[in-house]
């Protein structure tokens, strides 16, 4: 399986393009890597300037900014963006970037599909965005539950279909090369059971993709044609069922969250390791939770459903199975603590982002762990603390492993130290923020303000204003990590070739900034 | 001395918790058997989820005070052991097994839908609520009445909000407490989610598709919900309010409706034989079409086209005034255009579409008297 790839890269060995053909004809895994990472950050704020007016909206009661309609356009284009242009993008941009350095590859298998794989996503966004100049973006939510988003569309359900079937083409491409790249370009002796954590989670990812893509393709295929050709796939007058829709997208939605956050417990336990100077704890357990947690995540997507009218058996098959992930989900959680326990910890930014991690992302499990009870979920359901629990994960989960991870490469990717003191306040704003923003509305959540309403009653004023707070601060916070990476593209401090004490792993081991072409002949690992 | 502040936060923490029961940032106890059960049940998932916590994150703080670099501790070198491993997989469990069976009888207690006294079905519409009485033959639909100069700030201050702002309907649904009420939820157009919090109950209303729920109110009082489920525009806007009358009010309030909707059907005849002035016409036109129409088609008969198509120049509210008379009546399945002929008078519908023949512009100069919508129609 191992083999030799030296002969594989040959024809674009040391050479680089220059220009603007450099970024559009590159094969080159940092640069494709580079150009995922920047994208991912464009459209984090992109989607951050639409939550800002929706916050800006629910500062107060009462319509003040944008009127209903305009509004769900925002929160619509606002998830699909994040979910599919913020969060996902940034883990792929990783996964290019240090998949080949940290299993001694020499780039990614399929470069050219790589390429591709990229370059059509600026497309694909192009395509959602526009249809706010061409009669309205779509307006039925990122679940774009039907016959809302079919008969009842504003027109938009084109666009919308065109932009996610080239998302899901890009996110198959993505994952093929992962798959391949990780099964034959291992450097020798590089087994399995040796592979860094941080491969073995996006290797799974990419099985998640590969599986769950399709059937996204699938559903926004039927959507096309009940919307424009006459079809009834989700039209109860034609025969068809709304809640079959339902199954078919959260079939795809279930599996799709564990695709952003994997990754994320695999950033967190190499930082982890690292900071704490000590060997992950419980690496096989670690291995084998993951596998857990990915094939449980497709036998628990109708806990999205329970107020859908399910038969009391299926509504309690769906609970246990969802209760069930909470185990393999704390045997990570536990492995980290232990990790920790006893190690020589020192604080890096990294670090900091990686133990607010774990410690919010839990949280976000623990509310996980309440939706699953399907008879509370009647309360919570759609309400504001799913939109606190999925923060949770997503912002304080995802995102932050995006941050700990770009801390910790940004000294291999650029050659320079980022400067700490501006890190640290990105760092300590968004710790802050975030809760302010995202706690709150637990108890709204509770209190039952339903999400998605662009206005709402009086009790709810005082947390949506600090929500709102929460809200402006957190984006403010942002631009200083973008401060922080300019600055350290330009300049800094030389980094060494292993900046980090207690770090460990391939892509240690070539310089910083990391050649343009690394492991040309393979490392030999014993 | 760190840990000593932190141990006080964590404390204080732990206090303020348990105030939360009676303040309005925790779930409602609601007024039911099942509402109850609910409540307690996500007390206790709460409570597991906070020791848990304490404990792992106390572990964790324990680590970042005590096992740092910074104070000279050496790390060690353990990295693994199945026995801790196998620990922290059963023990999580054991737990998930106490979650789960009392949630499980709650469940069961839910969909046991058997033995209702009373069923009512509840149909959901862009944007408000259809409630029909089993057996009564007394149906009528629901609106939000908090008027648009209250929550429309979009151009200027607005009104002073109310009291119950976005939780206040026309007529709301009654029920009687101690007797077990079904219901059975359904929509016209889109999917909607009838939520009233105080029973713990929230059915997702399904075009094509019928849901049940049940609940048995144990106090009298004015219960509100709002609807769960986004389902266009105005999804913000169609709250559900509940009032539940002690059982002899509420058998007095059905016979009083029963009146009411003989008087009704006679005024309704009587109208046949009227013959409106246009200004009559225009007027009563006016707030009808302000009250039932300009949440799609906007008061200035613009609309939001493509969605909703703008009258203000139609070919139909121009064109042929059969046609214009059925599309009103009947509506258009399958697009958010409702059948008014359940919804309106037959006065207020030759009101309406006289209006929408004159107004803005559209100077047809047609008059739509009573007569002329019944005989189109036969309704
Ligand atoms: C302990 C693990 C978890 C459990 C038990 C859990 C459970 C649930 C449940 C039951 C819901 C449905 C709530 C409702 O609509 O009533 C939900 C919603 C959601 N969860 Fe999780 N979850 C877990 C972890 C995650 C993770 C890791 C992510 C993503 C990184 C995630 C993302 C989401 C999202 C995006 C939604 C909302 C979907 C929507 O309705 O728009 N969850 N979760
Ligand atoms: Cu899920
Ligand atoms: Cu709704």
């Excluded at chain 2, 009546?329 to 002929?341: D, E, H, I, L, R």
Aim: charged share 10%; glycine share 8%.
């Amino acid at each position: 399986m191992t083999t030799s790839t030296t002969d594989m890269a040959h024809d674009d060995h040391g050479y680089m393009a220059t220009g603007i053909k450099r970024w559009l004809f590159t094969t080159n895994h940092k640069d494709i890597g580079t150009m995922y990472l920047w994208f991912a950050f464009i459209m984090f704020l992109t989607g951050g300037s639409m939550a800002m007016v929706i916050r800006a909206e629910l500062f107060q009661p009462g319509l003040q900014i944008v009127n209903p309609d305009f509004f769900n356009q925002l929160t619509t284009v606002h998830g699909l963006i994040m979910v599919f242009g913020a969060i996902m993008p940034a883990f792929t941009g990783l996964a290019n970037w240090m998949i080949p350095m940290m299993i001694g590859a020499p780039d990614m298998a399929l470069p050219r599909l790589n390429n591709w794989s990229f370059w059509i996503l600026p497309f694909a966004f192009t395509i959602l965005l526009s249809s706010f100049f061409l009669g309205g973006a779509p307006n039925f939510g990122w679940t774009f539950y039907a016959p809302l988003s079919t008969t009842y569309s504003n027109g938009s359900t084109a666009f919308f279909v065109f932009a996610v079937h080239i998302m899901g083409i890009s996110s198959i491409m993505g994952a093929i090369n992962v798959i391949v790249t990780i099964m034959n370009l291992r450097a020798p002796g590089m087994t399995y059971m040796k592979m860094p954590l941080f491969v073995w989670t996006f290797f799974i990812t990419a099985y998640l993709l590969i599986a769950v893509m399709p059937v996204l393709a699938g559903v926004v295929t039927m959507l096309l044609t009940d919307t424009y050709f006459g079809t009834s796939f989700f039209d109860a007058s034609g025969g068809g069922d709304p809640v079959m829709f339902q199954h078919i997208f959260w079939f795809f939605g279930h599996p799709e969250v564990y695709i952003m956050i994997l990754p994320a417990f695999g950033i967190v336990s190499t930082t982890i390791p690292t900071f704490s100077r000590k060997k992950l704890f419980g690496y096989s357990s670690m291995v084998y939770a993951t596998s857990s947690i990915a094939f449980l995540s497709f036998i628990v997507w109708a806990h999205h459903m329970f107020t859908t009218g399910m038969p009391l058996i299926g509504e309690l098959f769906f609970m246990y199975c969802t209760l069930l992930i909470a185990v393999p989900t704390g045997v990570k959680v536990f492995n980290w603590m232990a990790t920790m326990w006893r190690g020589s910890i020192s604080f890096e930014v990294p670090m900091m982002f990686s133990i607010a991690f774990v410690i919010l992302f839990t949280i976000g499990g623990f509310s996980g762990l309440m939706l699953a009870m399907a008879p509370v979920d009647f309360q919570y359901h759609d309400t504001y603390f799913v939109v606190a629990h999925f923060h949770y994960v997503l912002v304080t989960g995802s995102l932050f492993s995006i941050y700990a991870a770009a801390y910790y490469w940004l000294p291999k990717w650029t050659g320079h130290m980022f400067n700490e003191t501006l890190a640290k306040a990105h760092f300590w704003c968004s710790l802050i923020s975030v809760n302010l923003l995202f706690f709150p509305m637990h108890f709204l959540g509770l209190a039952g303000m339903p999400r998605r309403i662009p206005d709402y009653a009086l009790q709810f004023a005082d947390f949506n204003m600090w929500v709102s707070i929460g809200g402006f601060a957190f984006g403010l916070s942002q631009l200083i990590f973008l401060a922080v990476v300019i600055k350290c593209i330009r300049g800094g401090e030389k980094a060494p070739a292993k900046p980090w004490d207690g770090a460990e792993g391939l892509e240690w081991t070539v310089p910083s900034p990391a050649p343009y072409h690394t492991f040309s002949t393979p490392p030999k690992i014993d | 001395m760190r840990s000593r502040n932190l141990s006080w936060l964590l404390l204080g923490v732990l206090f303020s918790s348990s105030t939360w029961a009676e303040s309005s940032i925790n779930l409602t106890e609601g007024v039911t058997g099942v509402s109850h059960d609910v409540y307690d049940l996500h007390m206790l998932v709460l409570y597991i989820c906070t020791v848990i916590g304490l404990v792992v994150f106390g572990a964790m703080f324990w680590s970042m005070f005590f096992h740092r670099k910074s104070k000279g501790h050496v790390a060690a070198t353990f990295h693994e052991s199945t026995k801790v491993e196998i620990l922290w997989t059963v023990i999580p469990i054991f737990i998930l097994l106490a979650m789960a069976i009392p949630a499980t009888n709650t469940l069961i207690a839910i969909e046991n839908n058997d033995n209702s006294e009373l069923t009512i079905q509840i149909t959901g519409s862009q944007w408000k609520w259809h409630y029909s009485y089993f057996d009564q033959d007394l149906d009528y639909f629901s609106v939000l009445s908090t008027p648009r100069a209250q929550w429309d700030n979009l151009s200027g201050p607005g009104e002073e909000k109310g009291e119950n702002y976005l939780l206040e309907v026309d007529k709301p649904l009654v029920i009687p407490i101690n007797r077990k009420v079904r219901f059975l939820i359904t929509s016209d157009d889109v999917i909607h989610s009838w939520w009233v919090p105080a029973f713990a109950v929230k059915q997702d209303a399904v075009p094509g598709f019928i849901n049940e729920a049940w609940t048995n109110v144990d106090e009298p009082g004015v219960y509100r919900g709002q609807c769960a489920e986004l389902c266009g525009k105005d999804h913000g806007y169609m709250p559900i309010v509940v009032t539940a009358l002690p059982e002899n009010e509420f058998d007095a309030w059905l016979k009083e409706q029963k009146v009411a909707a003989i008087a009704a059907a006679e005024a309704e005849k009587a109208s046949l034989a009227e013959r409106m002035t246009m200004e009559e016409l225009m007027t009563l036109g006016e707030s009808t079409y302000v009250a039932s129409c300009a949440a799609c088609h906007q008061a200035n008969g613009a609309g939001f086209p493509p969605s909703f198509p703008a009258l203000k120049g139609s070919p139909i509210a121009l064109g042929d005034v059969s046609k214009h008379i059925d599309i009103v009546v009947n509506g258009k399945s399958g697009t958010g255009m409702q059948a008014f002929g359940k919804q309106l008078t037959l006065k207020q519908l030759a009101a309406v579409i006289t209006y929408e023949r004159n107004a803005w512009g559209n100077n047809t100069g047609d008059v739509v008297q009573t007569a002329d919508v019944k005989a189109a129609t036969g309704k």
